[in-house]
Structure formats: structure tokens, C-alpha cells
């Protein structure tokens, strides 16, 4: 039977996946946590680019792509296009909406790392919320600031660096407690939108601070788009492969 190929490493791609069976194949870069829940084929780890994808597609006859990154893996969902377009298969892609600004938000667009570092000059608390990124510059932390960076793994901090490891849903009440126990006066932000990682921007909200948000990349147009994943799922539930 011909597959379907989804492209995860996010909340939104897991709901799908839980409805997938075999054959069908969820994807993960390898980077958290592999799930072992699931009744549908799992493979981690990088295709090699789009040849490597294309090759991947061909071997395992798969007949659907369903893109579930997340808003800023960029490339992986331009690799998808590529590889679906050379290969002749559709491709799906959960697109989620960003967040927008309610009233009260003091958001602070930054197209890379040099604006973010820009735009918090200023400011002595920043916590950051982006990922890996702020790892590899914590030699670079001005005297006049001291960091907090929240990631997926554990990592070490420094005299002016404190790293804490965890992962969403984040609630409100946990995170006025971080922003309370690390004084931050700053929040550095990916626009990832959805509700696993937004009460950070409500408590920012409640205690007028600014949010510096890191634009998000372009992603390539798909076959099909869907604003959640439980939308994508029930149309993959529905999808014929027989037809294909
Ligand atoms: P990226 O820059 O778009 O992708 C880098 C490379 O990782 C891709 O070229 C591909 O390697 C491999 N890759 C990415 N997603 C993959 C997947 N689902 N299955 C197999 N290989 C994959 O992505 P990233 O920003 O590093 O993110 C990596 C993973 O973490 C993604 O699955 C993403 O959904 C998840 N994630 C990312 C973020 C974020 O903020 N970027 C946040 C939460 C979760 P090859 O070129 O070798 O095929």
C-alpha cells in the first residue's frame, strides 16, 4: 500500500500521528523526545537534503506529504516542496497562525539574531525562549545583562547565563513564577502561535513588558494548508491512497 510521509518534531504533527496506522511514516529531525506511543511507522534522523528526500520517497512508495513542522523550520518545509514537486506528490502542510498583539502587547519585530541582540540592549533580564540559538552566544552576554534561556535540553549556564531545560505546555501560573524568581524585564520570542507556549505573552501582557519576536521565516505554499492539525488528521483519515 502506498504511504503517507508526516514531517513532525512538534505537538501539532503528534495529534496527527495518533491517528496514523502502518504503513504510514512519522518523521522526527531527532532532536526530542522519540515518541514509542504510536501504531504508525517511526523514522528519525535527517533525509540528506532533497535528493536524499526524494530517494526516501521513492523507496518507501509514498504517495502523500503531510508538512507538520513547526512555523520555523523553514528549511525542512522547503525541502518538502521541492522533493514533492520533483517527485510528482502532493503535499499538505498544517501551517499555524501566528500570534497577534492584543490590546496592552509591546511587541518588537527582530529579523535575526543581530536585531534581537539590538533590541534588548537596553534592557538587564531578557528571558529567551527561542531554542538552542541563545546557546551559542553566551560568551558574547553584556555586564549590565544576565540571561535566562529556556530549551529542550539541559545545557551549562555561566556567571551571567542560568539555563533552564524544559519543555510545554508552559501555564500561566508557572511562568509568572519564572518571571518573578529570574526578574525578567524582557521576553525574546519565536511567533510559534498556538496554546502550548503562549502564557508567557500573557504574563508579559499583565506586567507591561516588552516582547522582542523574531519574525517568522516564509514557508512555501502547499497543495493543501490546514490552520490545525485535527483538520489535517481527519483529511488523512479520509484520503484514498488506493487512488493514487
Ligand atoms: P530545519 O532547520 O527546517 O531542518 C534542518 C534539517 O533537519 C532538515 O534539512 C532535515 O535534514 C532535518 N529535519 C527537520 N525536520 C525533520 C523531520 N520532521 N524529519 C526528518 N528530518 C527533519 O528544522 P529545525 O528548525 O532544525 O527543526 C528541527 C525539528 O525540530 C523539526 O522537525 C521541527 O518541526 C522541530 N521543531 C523546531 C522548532 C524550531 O523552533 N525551529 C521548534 C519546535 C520543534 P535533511 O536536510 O538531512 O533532510
Redesign the pocket.
Known sequence: MKRALL????GD?LIIARGMTKPHIY??????RVPTDLACDV????????P??IDYMSANEIALVVD????????????AREACTRADVPLWAVRRPAWQPQPGDDWREAADWNGIVERIARFHRPLFT??REPLAHLSEIPASQRWTVRCLDPHEGNARADIVDARGPFDIAGERALFDSARIDVVVS?N?GGKATEAKLTVARERGLPVVMLARPALPPADREFDDPASARDALLAYDFNLQ
Open positions: 514531517l513532525g518534531g512538534t504533527a518523521s522526527i529531525a531527532g532532536l526530542a523514522r528519525v534522523g535527517g533525509f540528506g537534503g532533497v536524499g528526500l507538520a513542522t513547526h512555523p520555523y523550520a523553514a528549511q525542512m518545509s522547503r525541502h527561542l531554542g519565536k510559534s
